[in-house]
């Protein structure tokens, strides 16, 4: 497993219990240690994993209004505790993160890819239509990134012209 992947993994699984344990600050630290041990080991560097946990919950008073606004049928409490934190993810990278490091659509993928392994059958359609509601919202940025378009292009024998 990628070890980005891995840390969105390990995220995913502190925010659940950060979650289930009632949000209680205090615990987040001991909980992404505790994860990061279990699911990490080997691990060479965890700074990815522990940034998202912490950075995610920073947010979330500004994530969580987003998934209601996103998804008006589902109240946040409906919403399953895996899909949510699915979500506060996916929509932590999509808002705040670095695009160069992370493109909005490799975040919304990588969410849609937790959301199939960890969520129920519907889970992988809920979060990409959630994440692809708030992308469109944001002008769909990095649609047409001619970096990496330029970088897959076969290029062009001059030398024979």
Not at 30 to 58: C, H, P, Q, V, Y
Not at 94 to 102: A, Q
Not at 146 to 158: R, V
Request: charged fraction near 30%; aromatic fraction near 8%.
């Amino acid at each position: 497993m990628a070890n980005r992947h891995l840390s969105r993994s390990i995220a995913m699984q502190c925010l659940y219990e950060w979650d289930f344990n009632d949000q209680k600050i205090d615990s987040v630290e001991a909980i992404i240690e505790k994860n990061i041990l279990e699911f990490g080991a080997g691990m060479k560097d965890d700074s990815f994993a522990r940034n998202l946990t912490l950075n995610t919950i920073k947010k979330i008073k500004k994530i969580d209004p987003l998934i209601e606004k996103c998804a008006p049928e589902w109240p946040l409490a409906q919403v399953t505790i895996v899909d949510r934190n699915i979500l506060r993810l996916g929509i932590y990278e999509l808002l705040f993160g670095n695009y160069k490091e992370v493109p909005p659509k490799v975040a919304i993928n990588e969410a849609i890819e937790l959301a199939k392994t960890f969520g129920g059958n519907s889970s992988g359609k809920f979060v990409n239509g959630v994440l692809g509601t708030i992308y469109r919202e944001l002008g769909e940025p990095m649609k047409e990134d001619l970096s990496l378009k330029e970088k897959k292009a076969p290029k062009e024998d001059i030398s024979k012209k």
